[in-house]
Nanobody
Framework: QVQLVESGGGLVQAGGSLRLSCAAS????????MGWFRQAPGKEHEFVGG????????YYADSVKGRFTISRDNSKNTVDLQMNSLKTEDTAVYYCSASFALNRPTIQQTDYQYWGQGTQVTVSS
């Protein structure tokens, strides 16, 4: 059974930092492209960024580029999202996702087969 479990969410002031982690089990992690998405209240799921199987390439939404960094550790089956210079508009539930079929991350939710339960990030002004 595949499980993706996010952790590290919480409440932070604008300008602060948080690091989210996603622990994967039940799959051959190194063979999956990993993505991070978020959903703010009343809004659609939004692609945040993703990372290729080896971690050699990362991709980011324009809204987080330069502030967020994705990394993975295939020996620990984890993928992290380091979020710096947080803004109130970053408030959302953050989800990690996994895709076996992709060669690189995409913005389409339907391209990812597995999803975590999400972790809440709240940025206060």
């Amino acid at each position: 059974q595949v499980q993706l479990v996010e952790s590290g969410g919480g409440l932070v002031q604008a300008g602060g930092s948080l690091r989210l982690s996603c622990a994967a089990s039940g799959l051959t992690f190194r063979t999956y492209v990993m993505g991070w998405f978020r959903q703010a209240p009343g809004k659609e799921h939004e692609f945040v960024g993703g990372i290729t199987r080896t971690g050699g390439s990362t991709y980011y939404a324009d809204s987080v580029k330069g502030r967020f960094t994705i990394s993975r550790d295939n020996s620990k089956n984890t993928v992290d999202l380091q979020m710096n210079s947080l803004k109130t508009e970053d408030t959302a539930v953050y989800y990690c996702s996994a895709s076996f079929a992709l060669n690189r991350p995409t913005i389409q939710q339907t391209d990812y087969q597995y999803w975590g339960q999400g972790t809440q990030v709240t940025v206060s002004s």
